[in-house]
């Protein structure tokens, strides 16, 4: 079955980046497109950008431009997602996720990875 | 990016209740409209896709419809297990945009 973990909870410092990452198992990574989402404690769900496994393409919400970066390595079925410039706000927990069989949507999600950004 | 606006952001409802949400977007979207369930502590469920399409083990009392710019979520009898956030997300462009939720309590 298709799974998606994600690595540990982090706690990184102002200004600090941080890198994510999202194993998949249980189809072929390079045939999905990967997305990556957060959500900051009691709001709402933010889509942050995504990334072709194949090709290495990547689209980033205008948000996170210049500050995101999502790259894999196809060797070990693992997407990561750095995000720079940390600041309080990006405190929030990310997930990694991927299309159902229509590619249109997000139906297969990691367990997602509380970042806490703090002094 | 293309705006997707969600109403109500909150409402209170009663088991038996139908219930319905809706989403506007920004421009014209077509079908490219997925709706998503969330409990606390818990990754999205996929519901909804394409608008109207079941997501396979979803129960039938949830339904979607709309294109273009407007759409729905309803659900036909509210159960107590459907006491959630609701989302809206648009796929026809590149760059994805979710609604900002609608929680659904109890009364």
């Known amino acids: 079955q298709v799974q998606l973990v994600q690595s540990g909870a982090e706690v990184k410092k102002p200004g600090a980046s941080v890198k994510v990452s999202c194993k998949a198992s249980?189809?072929?990574?390079?045939?999905?497109?990967l997305s990556w989402v957060r959500q900051a404690t009691g709001q709402g769900l933010e889509w942050m950008g995504w990334m072709n496994p194949n090709s290495g393409n990547t689209g980033y919400a205008q948000k996170f431009q210049g500050r995101v970066t999502m790259t894999r390595d196809n060797s070990i079925s693992t997407a990561y997602m750095e995000l720079s410039s940390l600041r309080s706000e990006d405190t929030a927990v990310y997930y990694c996720?991927?299309?159902?069989?229509?590619?249109?949507?997000?139906?297969?999600w990691g367990q997602g990875t509380l970042v806490t950004v703090s002094s | 990016d293309i705006q997707m606006t969600q109403s109500p952001s909150s409402l209170s409802a009663s088991v038996g209740d139908r219930v319905t949400i809706t989403c506007r977007a920004s421009?014209?979207?077509?079908?490219?409209l997925n709706w998503y369930q969330q409990k606390p502590g818990k990754a999205p469920k996929l519901l909804i896709y394409?608008?109207?399409s079941l997501q396979s083990g979803v129960p039938s009392r949830f339904s979607g419809s709309g294109s273009g710019t407007d759409f729905t979520l309803t659900i036909s009898s509210l159960q107590r297990e459907d006491f959630a956030t609701y989302y809206c997300q648009q796929s026809y462009s590149t760059l994805w945009t979710f609604g900002q939720g609608t929680k659904v309590e109890i009364k």
């Open positions: 249980g189809y072929t990574f390079t045939s999905y497109d």
């Open positions: 394409a608008a109207s």
């Open positions: 996720a991927r299309p159902g069989e229509n590619g249109y949507n997000l139906d297969y």
């Open positions: 421009q014209s979207i077509n079908r490219y």
